[in-house]
């Protein structure tokens, strides 16, 4: 199984520069999110959506968009990227039957914005 | 929704159980204790989650008091590969109000030493 699959792993941008982060699960998970952690720090919150064609934001959502017109796929756009948006970003997906309501995680994708 | 208190770092020794403690105090009704463990480099992983009383499962335990106030992961006699950060989670179990913007704080950073 693959889980959740984030690409691309490394990514070095200029600033102003946009980008999409390519976030993918194939375990039929309704819920789907983006956080990002910078060094350290725990995770924040950026977006979630809890099923195709629904989105909100997290804690800290400036700068970044997103969409979700598939179950599988939850891109993460950076429209123009600044230095502060320098970090690792992860996403995570969460089954909606689940007992436990457990967030799975990708590997994460290290972006720096020079 | 709920914050989470945690101790920014401990120290421990191979063989010791390791009990790292989060205070709650503004848990609502809904919310459940949530656990992970994050490895450098890695996304965080699921270890434990429970709603009251004591939790047990092949890695760790869980400990919730009768207010639900804090709560406490046990890690029994630990190994050097359980160092890593650890991050306590309270939030609504399923997709509904708070169960959707799971927030992370700092966690705890384990140094388990031989």
Not at chain 1, 25 to 32: G, R, T
Not at chain 1, 39 to 48: A, E, K, S, V
Not at chain 1, 97 to 104: D, I, K, R, S, Y
Request: proline share 4%; charged share 15%.
């Amino acid at each position: 199984n693959a889980g959740v699959t984030q690409t691309p792993k490394f990514q070095v941008l200029k600033t102003g520069q946009s980008m999409t982060l390519q976030c993918a699960q194939d375990m039929n998970h309704e819920y789907m999110s983006w956080y990002r952690q910078d060094p350290g720090m725990g995770l924040r919150l950026i977006h979630y959506s809890v099923g195709a064609g629904i989105t909100d934001q997290g804690e800290v959502p400036n700068g970044y968009n997103v969409s979700r017109s598939t179950t599988e796929d939850f891109p993460l756009r950076l429209l123009s990227a600044a230095p502060s948006q320098t970090s690792v970003y992860f996403c995570a997906s969460r089954d909606r039957g689940g007992n436990t309501g457990e967030l799975f995680f990708g590997e994460g994708s290290r972006l720096t914005v020079l | 929704l709920a914050k989470t208190t945690q101790p920014i770092s401990m120290d421990s020794y191979e063989g010791q159980e390791v009990n790292i403690t989060c205070s709650h105090n503004n848990i609502a009704t809904n919310d459940y204790i949530t656990w992970y463990q994050q490895f450098p480099s890695q996304g965080p992983r699921f270890i434990i989650q429970g709603y009251k009383t004591k939790v047990t499962n092949e890695v760790a335990s869980l400990f919730i008091p009768a207010d639900r106030k804090s709560s406490t992961l046990s890690l029994p006699r630990v190994s050097l590969s359980d160092t890593a950060v650890y991050y306590c989670l309270v939030g609504e179990g399923g997709l509904t109000g708070g169960g959707n913007k799971l927030t992370f704080g700092t966690g705890t950073q384990l140094k388990v030493e031989l």
